[in-house]
């Protein structure tokens, strides 16, 4: 630690430090490298921008101890307030495993409980499988498959659910994105991103990519946002 910073927050102010850059967005740390320094970086930073993506797992602290995580779910859900209480935008996106040897359907219902609690922008999930010479594999009651694929598909239509909800309510709004480069599904349309990294595909041409500048965001599809092509003119 160096005036109160640990050395990652240091690592970010000396980039935030570099001329010419617009954004600084990082994915996928532990939950236990969110220190006050952290959450308190987003507010001052601007180049920072507020995204954060951070794998919980489980909603569940048996289950997260088994996983030997390190955190407790109200952890994990206090570092979510401290975030959005510095950022009210923050976009914030996790990973979840379900099927875990051993998990319950009430360890599986405090999983469900946590997403609808946090309303995360966005959640990967992942079915459990074992690894070979991992502890996990060695754990006794490992679950079906069968089981698997139907909390697979309970945990996502409520993943879904909240996240279409929260994508629509960006609609009328007037967004900042940084375009970068054709839509994957439609290439004679472009894609960017917001700074609470959502994707936002908008009629556009070459002299966009690469640019940050703002557009309208028309209606929103599933986990994608439709700008607006008039806002572009004198882009």
């Given at each position: 630690?160096?005036?109160?910073?640990?050395?990652?927050?240091?690592?970010?102010?000396?980039?935030?430090?570099?001329?010419?850059?617009?954004?600084?967005?990082?994915?996928?740390?532990?939950?236990?490298?969110?220190?006050?320094?952290?959450?308190?970086?987003?507010?001052?930073?601007?180049?920072?921008?507020?995204?954060?993506?951070?794998?919980?797992?489980?909603?569940?602290?048996?289950?997260?101890?088994?996983?030997?995580?390190?955190?407790?779910?109200a952890?994990?859900?206090?570092?979510?307030?401290?975030?959005?209480?510095?950022?009210?935008?923050?976009?914030?996106?996790?990973?979840?495993?379900?099927?875990?040897?051993?998990?319950?359907?009430?360890d599986?219902?405090?999983?469900?409980?946590?997403?609808?609690?946090?309303?995360?922008?966005?959640?990967?999930?992942?079915?459990?499988?074992?690894?070979?010479?991992?502890?996990?594999?060695?754990?006794?009651?490992?679950?079906?498959?069968?089981?698997?694929?139907?909390?697979?598909?309970?945990?996502?239509?409520?993943?879904?659910?909240?996240?279409?909800?929260?994508?629509?309510?960006?609609?009328?709004?007037?967004?900042?994105?940084?375009?970068?480069?054709?839509?994957?599904?439609?290439?004679?349309?472009?894609?960017?991103?917001?700074?609470?990294?959502?994707?936002?595909?908008?009629?556009?041409?070459?002299?966009?990519?690469?640019?940050?500048?703002?557009?309208?965001?028309?209606?929103?599809?599933?986990?994608?946002?439709?700008?607006?092509?008039?806002?572009?003119?004198g882009?």
């Open positions: 630690m160096r005036n109160g910073l640990s050395p990652f927050v240091q690592l970010l102010e000396a980039v935030h430090k570099l001329e010419g850059l617009r954004r600084i967005r990082f994915t996928s740390p532990h939950p236990k490298g969110y220190g006050a320094d952290l959450v308190e970086a987003y507010g001052r930073l601007p180049k920072l921008v507020e995204s954060a993506h951070s794998p919980v797992q489980s909603g569940r602290d048996r289950i997260l101890k088994l996983m030997h995580r390190g955190y407790t779910r952890r994990f859900t206090d570092i979510v307030r401290q975030l959005r209480r510095v950022r009210p935008n923050m976009g914030i996106s996790t990973d979840f495993i379900v099927g875990f040897p051993g998990e319950t359907e009430s599986f219902a405090e999983t469900l409980s946590l997403a609808r609690e946090v309303e995360f922008d966005q959640a990967f999930i992942f079915k459990y499988s074992p690894r070979r010479d991992t502890p996990a594999a060695e754990l006794p009651e490992q679950l079906p498959q069968d089981l698997k694929e139907e909390r697979h598909r309970r945990l996502l239509e409520v993943v879904n659910e909240i996240g279409a909800r929260r994508y629509r309510s960006f609609t009328g709004q007037r967004v900042e994105i940084l375009a970068d480069g054709p839509s994957k599904k439609n290439p004679a349309r472009l894609m960017g991103r917001t700074r609470c990294n959502k994707i936002v595909v908008f009629e556009g041409s070459a002299r966009h990519q690469g640019e940050v500048f703002e557009v309208k965001i028309a209606r929103a599809g599933a986990f994608t946002l439709y700008g607006e092509a008039d806002v572009l003119d882009c």
